[in-house]
Structure formats: C-alpha cells, structure tokens
C-alpha cells in the first residue's frame, strides 16, 4: 500500500492517516476501540483547512475552542492565518512530530491536540476516554500493546478474498478506470478517491 500511495503527488502521510481513520470508524462498528486507533495520530499532519475553525469561530461562536492550550492557539494561528488558504499543514503531535510513541496522549492532556475529535478524548467531562487517556500517557507500553491488537482486529474486518475485491494497479481509482489517468489527475481527484 504505501509503495502505491508514494506515487501520489501529494503529501501521502494525510491519505495515510485519512485510510486510518476511515478504517477507524469501521471498527467502531465492530468494537469500541477507537480510542486506540487515534493513536495513530502520533505521527502525520493536518491541512490547516481541518481543523481552522477552532482557532477563530469554534462552532460559529466567534471565539476559539476553549479546550485548546492558549499558548498551543497562538501557534496554530501563526501556522493557519484566519484568511490564509487553509492549505498549510501542521504536525498532529507536537512533541514528536516524526515517532509512534505516547505523546499523542500527553499532548492531549495539556490541551494541545491539534483535531477537535483528538482533544474530545481528554476533554469531554465524565467521558470514559479520560481515564484510557491517562493509562496511555503513562505507560507506553500498554499503549504500544492496545495498538497492536486493535489493528490485528481491524485488519480481519470485512477481508475480501478470491474475486470479492482486487488489488488497484493505481490505488486511486478502480482498476477499470486506471488507465491513462496517472498523470492526468487532479490532487482534487486522487483526494476525492479516499
């Protein structure tokens, strides 16, 4: 998969994170995991355009999300000018921007996750995640483990065998619309793809 999505002209850690989420969700469905497979998000970036309404209008307030880290809020804004084009990109995890580690959690902990549905783990009141984010935060290892065995389970949801699925010459159409696209498609169009 990632062989195919480096031929991407594009920044293929967001269609990598993009696949992870929506993969995330179907797992849901399944078990109620998702807090473990967010995870994920201790590596990649966000455009700008995701998340830039909680730095200027969260939820048409006029104000910024008041979950967020001020000093995190002035970084962002920096990154994500309120007119800009929303294309910038950013890291989902500040710390350790480059690592699958833990620091997603403690990130969260301080106020700094970068996707309203990332900082929501931490900052709902009452929610059950709280306490998963804490265990997570310190103690890698369990999280490391969790990871592990949730993504074994996603992977067995909904295998496609013999002539159920295929595997895309060009992984971001069809194998019957594949031909003579590959350098004719717009980023629009392989996006629209995922």
């Known amino acids: 998969m990632f062989r195919c999505l480096r031929k991407i002209n594009l920044h293929w850690n967001n269609i990598v994170i993009k696949l992870v989420e929506i993969l995330c969700n179907i797992f849901v469905a399944w078990n109620s995991n998702f807090h473990i497979c967010i995870g994920a998000h201790t590596f990649g970036r966000a455009k700008c355009s995701t998340f830039i309404n909680r730095l200027y209008n969260f939820n048409s307030t006029g104000n910024p999300d008041q979950t967020l880290n001020t000093t995190y809020l002035q970084t962002l804004r920096e990154i994500c000018p309120q007119n800009g084009t929303g294309n910038n990109l950013t890291n989902l995890d500040l710390t350790t921007p480059n690592q699958f580690d833990n620091k997603f ?26 306490a998963i984010v804490n265990s997570f935060s310190s103690n890698q290892a369990l999280f ?21 699925g295929e595997i895309r010459l060009q992984c971001n159409f069809i194998n019957a619309d594949s031909s003579g696209l590959s350098s004719g498609a717009s980023k629009d169009e392989l996006l629209s793809s995922f």
Not at 109 to 128: C, I, R, V, Y
Not at 147 to 163: C, P, Y
């Open 105 to 130: 959690y403690s990130n969260l902990q301080s106020h700094k996750g970068l996707l309203q549905s990332d900082q929501e783990l931490f900052s709902t009141p009452n929610a059950d995640t709280i």
């Open 144 to 164: 490391f483990e969790n990871f592990r065995v949730s993504m074994i389970k996603m992977a067995n949801i909904g295998v496609l065998t013999g002539d159920q």
